[in-house]
Each structure stands twice: as structure tokens, then as C-alpha cells.
């Protein structure tokens, strides 16, 4: 990121840190070396004031006194010598030949010359303090000279050379500790301030993902501190926003076919009329002819009333299998059940209706098998969800022959954006193929392709019909294609699981069978092409 609060950070701390050591060295550089002078004025007064208040008339000062004073000189480089008013020396510091200088200069300035390359920094009657530089040696000195109260001439002199050398010294050395300084905060400030950033870049990332709709992330990096409350705040904002997107997708649904139902109700209401009367009146003019033969005692044996008998019950029992079918129809159609969005386990659901049909394939010889995830999550109204499945599954069962193989396979979508990812289940069992001119048709009530068949095992040609209502009401796809050895129905969901786990699905595909594993035929290495792949 251009602009990291982390970067930032660092650039401001490590410009702190180069400002604070730059002033120092401007500091040191201006400042140093007159702030160094006043010291060293200070230790001239001071050695002063201890020649001048211990000195005799003799010109002797106490052993005590003159060792502070040799102490005071060595340890601040003070050359010292006192006279008498006829210029001799009493005391001094200094080996004859340097004494001899020093006592010149006292007889000079006491006399008014020798006043060139001088400047005075302080002065009274006792005393003048004066910068000089001595052409004679090439050196710089800081001077006090004067009198004393005892009646002696004195002069003290400081090498300043040294100073000079000491300011220049520290500046160097001040110039590595700011490169070095700047250095070094600025590689500590990087790896601190990624203790502050690396939750925030987590909290970057979760924002991120909750805008594509993925409400499965968490903050997981903890701490007591502002950054971890908010982390605590995000997570509950998630659920909150899972809660709020659930409730936005039943209410859009419900707007949805709020705008349809008005325009349908007309067309449904004459449809629905005209196919009922016509179902339902080959199995009332069944029941009415049984009867009637029953109460004219066409046939006196009993094995021939109890055949009267159970035609009219088997015909009163598709007739009532028809009205259950016909009011769940309608009750979707005019928008009277009420469509609740969910997130659910779909892999789940279609093994366990798979499980639940298992009798009724090995009554038929046929072999069911599931190619997916054991876990596969999707959004839509589970209940629904399950009589669109046992609808297809049925309906397998029905048309199943050949070698016997109805397979249900669940396949995901991985779109651009979270609303294009989708998953589609496809139930296919090996048959004959619908013809052409019939596909498109299939899905409307009572239709039936082959009547003959549809009776032999009682279909009312509603089961389709009720598919398609209810996929209709979530506003997804479904629809049927025939297949080189078979048929496959398929329908597809909005895939609820965007943060897939682990690894590589099409080596663990498993399945729910009562028989052995099949394997995937062309047909359904079609349906993976592209951007679909297993579940």
C-alpha cells in the first residue's frame, strides 16, 4: 500500500528523530563553544577568588589552599603566575621560559600595550577577562589578569585551542550519531508499528470481504485495546449483516412475485379450471361405473367386488394424491406460501433424501450415487428445496431403465461477484430420451409425454409443474437435457459458502449409494466444462 499508516509511521518518527538530532548538532555547532567560554570564565573567577582570598603579604598561600589550587588547575588547564609590583614572580604554575613569557605579558598589559589581537569579555576593577591570541606560539588562550588585594599583579591563561578541538570533535561524532540515530528508529519504528498495523490490515481485509457478502470472516487477532474492541464490533456487525442480508433476499423474493403474481392470477385461474376438470374426470367416471356395477351386483362373487372394490379406492386415492398436489401447486403459484431464505447444507439434504429413496430403488434394481461435497451450503427455502429434489428423484425412478443408474451430482459456479456464484444439482438416470418437441412442455401442469406410461404408475403430470413454481418463486434456473444414454434435470441455487475449505474437491468426491461407486459419465464431464466444477 502507497500510503501505509506502518510507512507513515515510520516517516514520521524517523523525521522526529532526525530533527531532534540535527538540532542538536546546530546546537553544538553555534552555541557549544561559547557556552564552553562561560565554563571556563567561571573556573578563572573562581581561581580568582581563591588566590585572591588566601594570598599573604608574603605572597604565600597555605599548603591546603594551594593544593585546591593545583587541582583546580590541572584539571581545567590553567597556567597561573602571580608578582609583585615590581613584576617578580611570587608564584606560578609554569617552567621558567613560559613563566617569563606570561610575566611580559602582565608588564605589558599593566602598561597599556600589547592590546593587538585581544577581545574583552569581562572586565572591573580587579580584573579583565579577554580573549587572546598569542602570534608568538600560534595559539588561542582565554586570560584573566588584574590585581590582588594583598598588592600582587596575577595573570591565568586557558588554551582554547583545546576547546575548539572538543566542539569540532563532538560535531563529528553528533553527525554519525544522527545518521545512525535516524537509522536505527527507523527499522524499530517499522517492526513496532507492525504490531499496530498487522490488525488493522486484518480489519482492511475482513471490510473487503463483508462488502463481496462473505459474513463467514472473523477478527481473530484479539487484544484489549481500541483496535481489539473494534475488531469485537466488526465481528458482531458481521452476524448482524448476515442476519440483514438473509431477511433482504426473503423480502426481495417477496417483492418479486408480489409484481408477477397480479399479471398470472387470470391465466392460472382458466388454466388451473380447465386441467383439473380434465384430470379428474377419467378417475370420477371410473369410480362412478364401479359403483354403479357394484350396486346393480353386475358380478355376485366376492373376488370380483373386491377387484370393484379396489379400483375405485386405487382411483380415489390418485384422485386425493392429486388434489395434495394441486393445493400445494396452487398455494406457490398464487403466492400464498410464504418463501423464507435460508442459508442450509445442501450436500446433506440431497444425501439424505437419496437415503430415504434407497428401498424404492432396490425395488426397481436401479442404483442411486452422489458425486460432490458432504457439505455444500446454499441460500433458499430448504423445505422447497427438498420437494424440487424428491420431485426429481421421483421422477428418475420412474423413467429409470437401460443399465440402471441414476446419479445426482452437485456442481459450483465460481463468478465475478458473489450473487453470480451459484450451485447446480443435476439428477440423471440412464432411459430413453424426451423427445424433442416435448421438453419444451414438460413443465407445464398435466402434461404428460408418454400418457400410457404416466398412468401405469399413477403420475398426474403436477410433479414438474411444482418444480418449476418453486424455483420460480427464488428466481433461479432449472431445466432438463437429454443425454447420449439418458435424461438429467438440474436446478441451480446462489452458492452460500463463498470461503471454500479444504483441498482439492474433485479428488475427494464421495457419495451417498446403496450401490457401488459409478463412474462419471461424458455427459456430466460436459457440465464441469467451463466454469463449473464439483462440489
Not at 589578569?145 to 566542539?167: C, K, P, Q
Not at 470461503?499 to 450401490?515: F, V
Request: net charge negative.
Amino acid at each position: 500500500m502507497k500510503h501505509s499508516l506502518r510507512r507513515q509511521l515510520t516517516v514520521i518518527f524517523g523525521a522526529l528523530m532526525a530533527a531532534m538530532l540535527v538540532a542538536n548538532f546546530l546546537i553544538n555547532t553555534f552555541f557549544l563553544e561559547s557556552f564552553y567560554y562561560t565554563k571556563k570564565q567561571e573556573v578563572l573567577v573562581e581561581a580568582y577568588r581563591l588566590l585572591n582570598g588566601n594570598i599573604d603579604s608574603l605572597g604565600n598561600l597555605g599548603d591546603d589552599v594551594q593544593e585546591e589550587l593545583d587541582d583546580l588547575s590541572n584539571e581545567n588547564g590553567i597556567s597561573y603566575l602571580v608578582t609583585d609590583l615590581s613584576y617578580n614572580e611570587v608564584l606560578g604554575s609554569q617552567s621558567n621560559f613560559y613563566a617569563s613569557i606570561m610575566k611580559g605579558r602582565l608588564n605589558g598589559y599593566g602598561i597599556g600595550v600589547d592590546k593587538e589581537d585581544v577581545t574583552v569579555l569581562d572586565s572591573n576593577e580587579s580584573y579583565t577577562v579577554q580573549k587572546k591570541y598569542d602570534s608568538e606560539i600560534g595559539l588561542n588562550y582565554l586570560e584573566m589578569w588584574g590585581s590582588l588585594d594583598a598588592g600582587f599583579y596575577f595573570i591565568m591563561r586557558i588554551n582554547i585551542e583545546g576547546i575548539r578541538d572538543s566542539v569540532r570533535i563532538s560535531n563529528e561524532f553528533m553527525k554519525y550519531i544522527c545518521i545512525l540515530g535516524v537509522v536505527l528508529t527507523a527499522i524499530i519504528v517499522w517492526f513496532v508499528t507492525k504490531r499496530v498495523t498487522q490488525p488493522l490490515n486484518e480489519l482492511t481485509e475482513l471490510s473487503k470481504r463483508m462488502a463481496d457478502l462473505d459474513f463467514n470472516v472473523k477478527y481473530t487477532s484479539g487484544g484489549t485495546d481500541e483496535i481489539g474492541q473494534l475488531g469485537e464490533y466488526f465481528n458482531e456487525m458481521s452476524e448482524k449483516l448476515e442476519q440483514a442480508y438473509a431477511q433482504l433476499m426473503t423480502a426481495n423474493n417477496e417483492l418479486q412475485r408480489d409484481i408477477e403474481k397480479k399479471e398470472q392470477i387470470d391465466d392460472m385461474r382458466k388454466e388451473f379450471l380447465s386441467n383439473v376438470s380434465h384430470e379428474l374426470k377419467t378417475p370420477i367416471a371410473l369410480i362412478q361405473g364401479y359403483a354403479e356395477g357394484l350396486q346393480e351386483c353386475i358380478n355376485d362373487d366376492a373376488e370380483s367386488r373386491e377387484f370393484y372394490c379396489d379400483v375405485i379406492m386405487d382411483e380415489a386415492s390418485k384422485m386425493n394424491t392429486l388434489v395434495q398436489k394441486l393445493l400445494t401447486l396452487n398455494q406457490l403459484e398464487f403466492g400464498k406460501d410464504e418463501v423464507t431464505m435460508e442459508r442450509f447444507d445442501l450436500a446433506l439434504l440431497i444425501q439424505n433424501k437419496i437415503q430415504a429413496v434407497t428401498i424404492l430403488a432396490q425395488q426397481k434394481e436401479a442404483k442411486i450415487a452422489y458425486y460432490g461435497d458432504d457439505s455444500i451450503f446454499a441460500w433458499g427455502d430448504e423445505f422447497k428445496v427438498e420437494e424440487v429434489i424428491t420431485n426429481y428423484l421421483s421422477n428418475a425412478l420412474n423413467h429409470v431403465s437401460g443399465e440402471g443408474n441414476i446419479e445426482v451430482t452437485a456442481l459450483i459456479h465460481q463468478g465475478a461477484k458473489p450473487e453470480d456464484q451459484k450451485v447446480r444439482v443435476t439428477v440423471f438416470n440412464t432411459g430413453d430420451p424426451i423427445p424433442e418437441k416435448d421438453i419444451g412442455q414438460i413443465w407445464d401442469k398435466f402434461y404428460k409425454v408418454d400418457k400410457a406410461r404416466t398412468r401405469a404408475y399413477g403420475g398426474s403430470g403436477v410433479g414438474l409443474s411444482i418444480v418449476k413454481a418453486i424455483m420460480e418463486s427464488f428466481h433461479q434456473g432449472y431445466g432438463v437435457e437429454n443425454r447420449e444414454n439418458g435424461v438429467a434435470f438440474w436446478f441451480e441455487l446462489q452458492y452460500g459458502d463463498v470461503a471454500r475449505h479444504g483441498s482439492d474437491p474433485a479428488a475427494e468426491q464421495k457419495k451417498s449409494s446403496s450401490d457401488a461407486v459409478l463412474p462419471v459419465t461424458d455427459a456430466d464431464e460436459d457440465v464441469c466444462d467451463g466454469e463449473w466444477r464439483p462440489g
